[in-house]
């Protein structure tokens, strides 16, 4: 995030330069009203990065659906997309690098992917007191 962006703002500019670039439609759900902590928000946009970048590459989808929000019990991120999909069990460097970055902001992330009905990475940060 540059000098004083906000995570609603960093995300709003990275998919529309990504979605411009990519030929592929974004459908923004939610973003977050309220802002984060700095390593919260670089941890959810390294996720977010990575997420496009494996739809771009492998799905083959036409749009991808993501969603930001952040409420009283923390922050929670989901890329969907309904392209390709893969196989059960199978993981890659992509998907290592999504969990490392969550995990280094305390948090944990999930994919599911179903051949020939898509892929949806969601990631939840826990709210800490």
């Known amino acids: 995030m540059r000098g004083g962006e906000s995570l609603a703002e960093a995300l709003e500019s990275y998919l529309a330069d990504w979605s411009r670039r990519t030929g592929v439609t974004v459908e923004t759900w939610a973003l977050p009203a309220e802002d984060v902590p700095a390593p919260i928000g670089e941890g959810v946009l390294t996720a977010m990065r990575e997420a496009l970048a494996n739809a771009e590459r492998h799905s083959g989808a036409s749009v991808v659906s993501v969603a ?32 490392a970055a969550f995990a280094e902001i305390g948090g944990t992330l999930t994919v599911r992917s179903v051949e020939g009905e898509g892929t949806t990475v969601s990631g939840v940060v826990p709210r800490r007191e």
Not at 71 to 80: A, E, P, W
Not at 83 to 96: H, Q, V
């Open 68 to 99: 930001v929000t952040v409420s009283s019990g923390g922050l929670r991120m989901t890329v969907s997309d309904h392209g390709r999909g893969f196989a059960p069990g199978r993981s890659g460097r992509g998907i290592a690098r999504m969990r």
